[in-house]
């Protein structure tokens, strides 16, 4: 079983930035995905961004693309989200997710495996 715990989220103006981070935890190997997903209130769980084990493969949406940068250190078992010119569209919880599958970086939430209890984010305007 693999844990996940999100830090780093909180209050932050408006074009300010945040950095999320997410340890994992128990039993992990080298070729899973780990992403990033958000739900906002009243709203459904959206893809924001993913990496695979090398970093060779990123995938972002297109609501943060030029804006956020996902990074993991897989020495740590850490994945990062550094999130830069903030808006209040951005304000949601924030999940770390890992895939186990090893079948390449996906969007889809109903692929992932693993699931960290989320950090919030909230950008003032």
């Known amino acids: 079983q693999v844990q996940l715990v999100e830090s780093g989220g909180g209050l932050e103006q408006a074009g300010g930035s945040l950095r999320l981070s997410c340890a994992a935890s128990?039993?992990?190997?080298?070729?899973?995905?780990m992403g990033w997903f958000r739900q906002a209130p009243g709203k459904e769980r959206e893809f924001v961004a993913a990496?695979?084990?090398?970093?060779?493969?990123?995938s972002y949406a297109d609501s943060v693309k030029g804006r956020f940068i996902i990074s993991r250190d897989n020495a740590k078992n850490t994945m990062y989200l550094q999130m830069n010119s903030l808006k209040p569209e951005d304000t949601a919880v924030y999940y770390c997710?890992?895939?186990?599958?090893?079948?390449?970086?996906?969007?889809?939430?109903?692929?992932?495996?693993?699931w960290g209890q989320g950090t919030q984010v909230t950008v003032s305007s």
């Open positions: 997710a890992v895939d186990k599958s090893g079948r390449g970086v996906r969007r889809s939430s109903s692929m992932y495996d693993y």
């Open positions: 128990g039993r992990t190997f080298s070729n899973y995905i």
């Open positions: 990496i695979s084990w090398s970093g060779s493969t990123i």
